[in-house]
């Protein structure tokens, strides 16, 4: 099974989206986790009630970076970070050999009063579309050259955020 860590800075909002439907549409074939560098505390509400609006139940909740960095950790494969501000921060060495890939998603936290909810419906559907488009790929072969590739064009995908690196 393929370990997957995603980041955010506040890990309520995108991360918690992905990390969920990972685990829905994953079917057994990955487990995912996610994490914030700054996390927030709670996840979103917004987040909670469209997770649950779409029948994705968890138990999800805003978790530091850090826990995935002690050395008695099983190992992480992929980290993708889903927001510019933790693309571009220096992440803890995680246990393993991680392919890292940078998939940007515009905040839908950010966004205030009648909108948010789109906007949150957005990054679902954007995170399930890369989600999906990872399930595609032949997951064997995790360890070849091609695959790091691979996840940065997933991380081109519509909706994404031009001209960011994956991170290092």
Request: aromatic letters at 6%.
């Amino acid at each position: 099974m393929i370990r997957i860590l995603f980041l955010c800075t506040g890990n309520s909002a995108r991360s918690i989206l992905a990390e969920a439907l990972a685990n829905h549409l994953g079917g057994g074939r990955l487990q995912a986790f996610s994490a914030g560098s700054f996390p927030k505390g709670e996840p979103h509400p917004m987040a909670l009630l469209l997770l649950a609006k779409r029948g994705i139940t968890g138990d999800f909740r805003s978790k530091s970076w850090d826990e995935f960095a002690v050395p008695d950790t099983l190992p992480i494969d992929i980290v993708i970070t889903v927001c510019d501000n933790a693309a571009g921060e220096v992440c803890p060495i995680f246990p393993g050999r991680a392919i890292k890939a940078h998939w940007g998603i515009p905040d839908p936290a950010a966004v205030e009063g009648e909108g948010q909810r789109a906007a949150f419906e957005t990054a679902f559907d954007q995170m399930r579309e890369r989600i999906a488009a990872l399930l595609e790929l032949d997951l064997a072969t995790l360890v070849s050259s091609n695959f790091a590739p691979q996840l940065a064009q997933i991380g081109r995908m519509s909706g994404a955020t031009p001209g960011k690196d994956p991170i290092t």
